[in-house]
Nanobody
Framework: RVQLMESGGGSVQAGGSLRLSCVASGFTSVTNCVAWFRQTPGKEREGVAAITTFRRETYYADSVKGRFTVSHDDDEDTVYLQMTSLKVEDTAMYYC????????????????????WGQGTQVTVSS
């Protein structure tokens, strides 16, 4: 199975930026779907951004388009989520998730499609 380890969360004021990292190990192919989800207490986990590695195809939730950028470093097998112009409503636990041997198209709103998950990293945005 794929192991995922997130880092980079923290506290920031509204309008600020953070970069989350997700280090992956255990992939057996170069084409995989890696996504970022977030969750706040009492709410369902929601997809934020996803990238099909090797192809570099990216997908974003409407709420983060133009503010968040997802990217993949082939050499380090790390997926990044660059978050800018952060808003208070971006406060959540952010999780990295993956599907091996898969494209990301149509997957961002399908939490159940992802089998492998990281432990999460907290992002807190204050006003």
């Amino acid at each position: 199975r794929v192991q995922l380890m997130e880092s980079g969360g923290g506290s920031v004021q509204a309008g600020g930026s953070l970069r989350l990292s997700c280090v992956a190990s255990g992939f057996t192919s170069v084409t995989n779907c890696v996504a970022w989800f977030r969750q706040t207490p009492g709410k369902e986990r929601e997809g934020v951004a996803a990238i099909t590695t090797f192809r570099r195809e990216t997908y974003y939730a409407d709420s983060v388009k133009g503010r968040f950028t997802v990217s993949h470093d082939d050499d380090e097998d790390t997926v990044y989520l660059q978050m800018t112009s952060l808003k208070v409503e971006d406060t959540a636990m952010y999780y990295c998730a993956a599907i091996s041997l898969s494209l990301c198209e149509g997957k961002l709103n399908r939490v159940g499609a992802f089998r492998d998950w990281g432990q999460g990293t907290q992002v807190t945005v204050s006003s």
